[in-house]
């Protein structure tokens, strides 16, 4: 299982090129496999997935779940007003009662420290489902996608990335760097992704060939990229910065113009909710669908690949 046995997934920091590279192996064998439709039980008994969510979710949780019944097992979906994760209950009594009952926890929070604190605590693995710094479990659906568009991952393959650098992006930067993905990412001043990972991504990139690069400009940022990336302007969290961040980001929005920068067969991709009018053109959304689409359909994928490889057999 290249070392992704009973292994929490935090963090990319943690995540070795091995890893990754395996778990888009059996992602791409799941994916041509109807186990769906097949009674084949992946485990000796039906494993039992905790998925705690502080925050919204339409993708993770229906991936999630989905792979678990794709599995035969379970997911439980605890909301934020079921756990009161840190008010009704402290973080670590909710890891050491969860891990008496189920095999794995996947978590969206908002501080990121939450999921670290959980793993800490549980005896069993902690699936980060985003936090404020990082969004892992994306990032592996997106290399998926990427090499199913563009081809092997690495060769020159270069990834644009316009807008916040968010929690999606920190992702991206370790998994490119790791994967051998050229990155350029163009954020606004104020609005670059953590120096640490930045300075991460580029001494990963050292050992693989890949090219990080953070910029000002968009469309220096998208020239001659195979795929462009962009994500919403707000994230979960900071919906009341919206309106002044959509001024702001406004020269950073993935529209025909911008996306010219790019060749000719770029694809676009985005990790979803998009608004439509903000980072991204309703046209632009439209004519890339295709791409956009398989994106969030390799979150079941690339999660059940990734389910199986911690608990499997
Ligand atoms: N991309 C993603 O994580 O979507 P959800 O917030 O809907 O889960
Ligand atoms: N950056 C976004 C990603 C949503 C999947 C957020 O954190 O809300």
Known sequence: SAGWRKRS?????DVTTEQIRALLE???????????????LYWNYPRTLAMLFEKPSLRTRV???????HLRGHAIYLGPNDVGLGTREAVPDVAASLSRWVDIIAARVYQHSTVEQLAEHATIPV?????????PIQAFADLLTL?????????????????????VLHALLLACAK????????????????????????????????????????????RCADAVYT?????????????QRAKLFAPYQLNATLLAN?????????CLPAHRGEEITDEVMERHKASILEQAENRLHTQKALLLLIIGL
């Open 147 to 167: 090499q199913e568009f563009c081809g092997p991952l690495g060769n020159g393959l270069k990834l644009a990335y316009v807008g916040d650098g968010n929690n």
């Open 9 to 13: 997934v935090v963090t990319l920091w």
């Open 127 to 135: 699936i980060n489902a985003l936090s404020d710094r990082e969004h």
């Open 26 to 40: 059996v992602a791409v064998f799941l994916k041509k496999s109807d186990l769906a439709r097949k009674p084949t």
């Open 262 to 270: 790019a060749k000719p067969n770029a694809i676009v991709m985005h």
């Open 231 to 243: 994500d919403v302007w707000a994230s979960m969290g900071q919906e009341a910065e919206r309106e």
């Open 179 to 222: 994967m051998g993905v050229n990155l350029s990412a163009a954020c606004p001043n104020g609005y670059f992704p953590d120096e640490a990972y930045v300075q991460e991504a580029r001494r990963l990139a050292a050992i693989s060939g890949a090219q990080i690069e953070v910029l000002s400009q968009p469309e220096e940022a998208v």
């Open 63 to 69: 991936s999630f779940e989905v792979s678990m019944a």
